[in-house]
């Protein structure tokens, strides 16, 4: 029997409103981003465009298109990738958000796609690209934050409720407009499902040392709990639920390590993770 399409509260509608809000690009801004688009296509013309992400990675042609979101009924720019390139690059993704930072040359935020992906076929697909067209949106806006290593501890924090925060909207935005891609029946609530989703995607990415080095981690790790409240003043979640999380951090902590030495074995003898498994210990030594 096919399971009951989820419904929204009010409070959960609500709480989506404000997260469009937050994620949704100033007139200013947008009218920026597109300036830059126009330009960037106009230059493709003339030199055919490569993307290149990783080290002495010689990148993938891409075809550029305008897409007009659902979510804020604005054009932004998709760039088509070959297959093999994207699965290799980005192993566990369907579609991903590009910020660029690079001082020789500019591309403006996009959402990179499979080739394969090129029809958007499948209405799962659909809600995929809005998700990461909010994360465009919030690199337009600028509240997207630059997963880079912090030298200051507090930075690091900030950084890393900034990645929360931008997932538990991208998440909220995307199964407020599909709600019956939410797991309903296997989870809590959705608040819970979107905090959660954000939890883990910074944690894996603290754990590999995007916010701090990793002697900075355990710092890091241990004052997760006291931030958490400010973290998530802005998404306005249950604070039992908060106080949930704060309980089970080393639970969380423990299965971003785990899926990400799953996802890349080698990462095994990486200094952040090697921290990250020693704070564990140090917590086990403490119950
Ligand atoms: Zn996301």
Not at 121 to 150: K, Y
Not at 175 to 188: G, S
């Amino acid at each position: 029997m096919a399971s009951m399409p989820y419904v929204l509260s009010q409070r959960e509608l609500l709480q989506s409103k404000h997260a469009l809000l937050r994620s949704t690009a100033t007139e200013k801004a947008y009218r920026a981003y597109f300036a830059s688009v126009a330009q960037y296509l106009a230059l493709s013309e003339s030199v055919p465009p490569r993307i290149a992400l990783g080290d002495g990675d010689a990148g993938s042609a891409i075809t550029l298109r305008l897409h007009e979101s659902v979510l804020s009924k604005r054009k932004y720019l998709i760039g088509f990738v070959e297959d093999a390139w994207f699965a290799g690059t980005f192993p566990s993704y369907d579609a991903i958000a590009s910020i660029v930072q690079n001082d020789s040359y500019y591309i403006p935020p996009l959402v990179l796609v499979p080739r394969r992906q090129m029809r958007f076929c499948t209405e799962m697909f659909r809600s995929i690209l809005e998700h990461e067209l909010v994360h465009v949106n919030q690199a337009i806006r600028g509240t997207l934050p630059f997963r880079e290593p912090q030298a200051e501890l507090d930075a690091a924090i900030s950084t890393f409720f900034g990645v929360v925060r931008s997932e538990f909207d991208a998440n909220l935005l995307q199964l407020a407009r599909w709600p019956k891609f939410f797991p309903h029946e296997r989870v809590p609530s959705l608040e819970f499902w979107c905090v959660l989703r954000g939890l883990a995607e910074a944690l894996e990415s603290a754990v590999t040392g995007a916010f701090c080095s990793a002697k900075m981690l355990t710092s890091l790790l241990s004052a997760l709990r006291d931030a958490f409240d400010d973290g998530l003043a802005k998404c306005k979640v249950h604070g039992s639920l908060v106080n949930f999380f704060k309980r089970g951090l080393p639970h969380f902590v423990s299965t971003a390590v785990s899926n990400r030495i799953e996802s890349q074995p080698a990462l095994v003898k990486n200094a952040s993770i090697e921290a990250a498994q020693q704070w564990l210990r140090s917590c086990s030594a403490k119950i």
